[in-house]
T-cell receptor, first 111, second 116 residues
Framework: KQEVTQIPAALSVPEGENLVLNCSFTDSAIYNLQWFRQDPGKGLTSLLLIQSSQREQTSGRLNASLDKSSGRSTLYIAASQPGDSATYLCAVVANAGKSTFGDGTTLTVKP | ETGVTQSPTHLIKTRGQQVTLRCSSQSGHNTVSWYQQALGQGPQFIFQYYREEENGRGNFPPRFSGLQFPNYSSELNVNALELDDSALYLC???????????????FGPGTRLTVL
């Protein structure tokens, strides 16, 4: 059974700081890993998708890496801003399209 | 391009009732997945539909059922509601090809279900 863990559960940083969010998964037989952000009470917004054959993806100030063999992914956020405050979720897609999510890291960026 | 929409936004039901939630997928997408998200937790996979057929199912009882229509919109039906069914229900659409389930998932805003 696939399990996804995100550490830390919550993180508070001052504006401008660079930060790393972690995601680990127990079964390396995945098709891809996707990072999302979720604002309170809202749906999920896709940030980055990394296919199993890829090592990293970048979009603006975001960079996500994938090490499938060790079951780990990181989301790097550069020069954080108050607007980055949200819950960040990672999800792995395995057989038959089943997605398994972590419980997220709630990020607060203080002005 | 129209995004993923869900209806209704909020719903209040009593224990034992039945509910139907609806999802319109993003234009051109042929895969829809449904998730249940309890407060403070990540979404839990309920099931996925690909071209009107169930393509995978999570650990949810049979009283959770679904449909996908020829226009790729979808319904989630829950029978015999229990208090623990109170949650945010999310649908996501993806893909236009044979490997649609490996593509980026685009989520709707969700339906907040409260069971009293």
């Amino acid at each position: 059974k696939q399990e996804v863990t995100q550490i830390p559960a919550a993180l508070s940083v001052p504006e401008g700081e660079n930060l790393v969010l972690n995601c680990s998964f127990t079964d390396s037989a995945i098709y891809n890993l996707q990072w999302f952000r979720q604002d309170p009470g809202k749906g999920l917004t896709s940030l980055l998708l990394i296919q199993s054959s890829q090592r990293e993806q970048t979009s603006g100030r975001l960079n996500a890496s994938l090490d499938k063999s060790s079951g780990r992914s990181t989301l790097y956020i550069a020069a954080s801003q108050p607007g980055d405050s949200a819950t960040y979720l990672c999800a792995v897609v395995a057989n038959a399209g089943k997605s398994t999510f972590g419980d997220g890291t709630t990020l607060t960026v203080k002005p | 391009e129209t995004g993923v929409t869900q209806s209704p936004t909020h719903l209040i039901k009593t224990r034992g009732q039945q509910v139907t939630l609806r999802c319109s997928s993003q234009s051109g997408h042929n895969t829809v997945s449904w998730y249940q998200q309890a407060l403070g937790q990540g979404p839990q996979f309920i099931f996925q539909y690909y071209r009107e057929e169930e393509n995978g199912r999570g650990n949810f009882p049979p009283r959770f059922s679904g449909l996908q229509f020829p226009n790729y919109s979808s319904e989630l039906n829950v029978n015999a509601l229990e208090l623990d069914d109170s949650a945010l229900y999310l649908c996501a659409s993806s893909g236009i090809g044979m490997t649609a389930y490996t593509d980026t998932q685009y989520f709707g805003p969700g339906t907040r279900l409260t069971v009293l």
